[in-house]
């Protein structure tokens, strides 16, 4: 389990990212976490190191979900709320 508060990220900001009234900076400082370092790490393992939309194994992203409220489980992720996507077929799902 995750401590949020454990991520040497500025307390006021992991409250954002705990209650889905982030920035953009507060996403930003997120993905710099050691927790999203893992969930990444793990998604593209999970995906063998391909774009889970087309198969290109370049420029590979790890993106939250939109759908089922994937953005409101930040530090608490299910491996179904993350997608590994190559830059390409990322642009066209944000
Ligand atoms: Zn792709
Ligand atoms: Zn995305």
Redesign the pocket.
Known sequence: MTDPFAQGLDPKRVLCLITGRWTPADYRAYQKTKHWQRVRDAALRRSGGE??????KTRLQVHHKKLKGAYKRLFREREKDVAV??S???KRMD
């Open positions: 774009c889970e939309a087309c198969g290109r996507l190559c390409r077929c990322h």
